[in-house]
Each structure stands twice: as structure tokens, then as C-alpha cells.
């Protein structure tokens, strides 16, 4: 498990009412989160059923298996009563990062990174200095030693192009992994 604190600039009572993150309008969503294999060995240590996670192609990945909840598929951490991960403190990198997302570019040629704006917080507020200036910590963390080494060794952490992402970085690493062209 990655040392290093990653700062949050959204608020947590924003999150709370927000109705966006956990939630998958399908069972396989390409979008459920990516644990690490520290990540997922993390789990099992403290009881977590091995089933509630499948193999990804990468051979190191492992990824939730969403669960129904209402019209949605949730991820089976969250906490549908009060909108919280009951796993925050040790949630996965992929998740960490969220809104901030890994992604293949919309040629495929590289992997750079990009925020969703489908998150609303980000959508208003990704203009303001604030925010600009919080992209160069994001670019920082990411392009640690460590966290690069996670994402050669874990490359289905890197997702497929996604239109609703706005780009703001192409990472200086080669990193060798052609993900599906699309996350539909
Ligand atoms: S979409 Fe944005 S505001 Fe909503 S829960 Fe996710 S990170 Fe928080
Ligand atoms: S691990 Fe936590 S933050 Fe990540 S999708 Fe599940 S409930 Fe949400």
C-alpha cells in the first residue's frame, strides 16, 4: 500500500449528497475500481471474501464485482444508507484518485490524465485556481516512483478513452498498454 497522503480537494459533505460515485448502471461496468494485488491481499487479511473480486487481464488486477442495489449495481464497500465507502481510509489508488482518472488517449498512443466532469464538483469549480493549481499535486503524486511502478505493474488501472474526461496531462513514462478503445 502506497505511504504518501493524496489531498482531497472535494469536500466530504459534497461527496455525501452526491449521487455519482459507487454506482454502475451495469453489473460489468469497465468502471467498477481496480485494486492492486497489495490492495486486494490488504482485504483478504482483514476478511474480505476472495469472490468479491475477478482477475483481470493483466494477471495483477483485481476488480470489485458490483452488486444490485435498486436500478443501480453498487460497489459492494458503499454504504448506500449514507453515501460513505466503509473502507475510505485503505479504499483502492483507482478510487483515491477519482476524479481525477488514468487513461489511454483517444488515439491510444499514450496514457495521460484527465477529470471526469461528470463529477458536478469538478465541473464547476475546474476553472478556479484553486483547482488548476491542485492539478500539478495530482501530476506529482502520480508520476512518483512508486505510483508508476504500481501502474506498470497493474496496467488495468490505465482505462479506455473517455469523452467525458478533459485531459490535462500526458505522463513522461512509456507505458506499454492498449486498453479497450471504448468504456460503453
Ligand atoms: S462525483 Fe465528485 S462530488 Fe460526486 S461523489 Fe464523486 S467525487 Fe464526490
Ligand atoms: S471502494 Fe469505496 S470509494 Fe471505491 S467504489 Fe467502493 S465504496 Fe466507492
Redesign the pocket.
Known amino acids: 500500500m502506497l505511504n504518501e497522503k493524496l489531498y482531497q480537494i472535494i469536500p466530504s459533505e459534497v461527496c455525501f449528497s452526491c449521487d455519482v460515485?459507487?454506482r454502475f448502471l451495469e453489473e460489468d461496468s469497465p468502471l467498477?475500481?481496480i485494486f492492486t494485488s497489495d490492495e486486494k491481499e490488504y482485504f483478504i487479511s482483514q476478511g474480505a471474501d476472495l469472490s468479491v473480486f475477478r482477475s483481470r487481464e493483466d494477471g495483477k488486477s483485481s476488480q470489485?464485482k458490483l452488486i444490485p442495489s435498486k436500478d443501480f449495481y453498487?460497489?459492494?464497500?458503499?454504504?448506500t444508507g449514507t453515501n460513505?465507502?466503509?473502507?475510505?481510509a485503505n479504499?483502492?489508488l483507482?478510487?483515491?484518485l477519482?476524479p481525477f482518472v488514468l487513461m489511454s488517449n483517444e488515439d491510444r498512443s499514450g496514457v495521460v490524465l484527465g477529470i471526469d466532469m461528470l463529477c458536478p464538483y469538478s465541473e464547476k469549480y475546474f476553472e478556479t485556481d484553486v483547482f488548476q493549481h491542485h492539478l500539478q499535486s495530482i501530476i506529482d503524486y502520480v508520476e512518483t516512483d512508486d505510483v508508476m511502478d504500481i501502474i506498470a505493474t497493474h496496467p488495468c488501472l490505465i482505462g479506455a478513452y473517455q469523452d467525458t474526461v478533459k485531459v490535462f496531462h500526458t505522463l513522461n513514462q512509456d507505458l506499454h498498454y492498449a486498453p479497450p478503445s471504448s468504456n460503453a
Open positions: 460515485c459507487c467498477a475500481p470489485i453498487i460497489c459492494p464497500f458503499f454504504e460513505k465507502c466503509s473502507i475510505y479504499r483502492p483507482d478510487c483515491k477519482y
